[in-house]
Nanobody, 123 residues
Framework: VQLQASGGGLVQAGGSLRLSCAAS????????VGWFRQGPGNEREFVAA????????YYAESMKGRFTISRDDANNTVYLQMNSLKPEDTAVYYC?????????????????WGQGTQVTVSS
């Protein structure tokens, strides 16, 4: 599976962005997809994930109510809608895919990673 993340950019605090993760290769519908982010000087942290099993979604606590993850298996794409963005959301955002159906909050749950897209939120 090859992943291509896109949709990042510069936005003011309170604004919105929608990130896309486009996949190619094997049967995308059989993979769970997660988003992680890594800010300057920070470790990579979990943002959200959507399972291949019944499209169950998971969110990091600080993203609940602001971010929404969804998948479009017909187009092999997963989206991350980010609203009410804050300067602390500034990071490189990565999408990842893996075969696990549950948990999905750790990098070890994923086998494939995209290249990342930069999100910058100005105050």
């Amino acid at each position: 599976v090859q992943l291509q993340a896109s949709g990042g950019g510069l936005v003011q605090a309170g604004g919105s962005l929608r990130l896309s993760c486009a996949a190619s290769g094997r049967t995308f519908s059989m993979y769970s997809v997660g988003w992680f982010r890594q800010g300057p000087g920070n470790e990579r942290e979990f943002v959200a994930a959507v399972s291949w099993s019944r499209d169950v979604t998971y969110y990091a606590e600080s993203m609940k109510g602001r971010f929404t993850i969804s998948r479009d298996d017909a187009n092999n794409t997963v989206y991350l809608q980010m609203n009410s963005l804050k300067p602390e959301d500034t990071a490189v955002y990565y999408c990842a895919a893996g075969p696990n159906a549950y948990g999905l909050s750790g990098p070890d749950d994923y086998d494939y990673w995209g290249q990342g897209t930069q999100v910058t939120v100005s105050s």
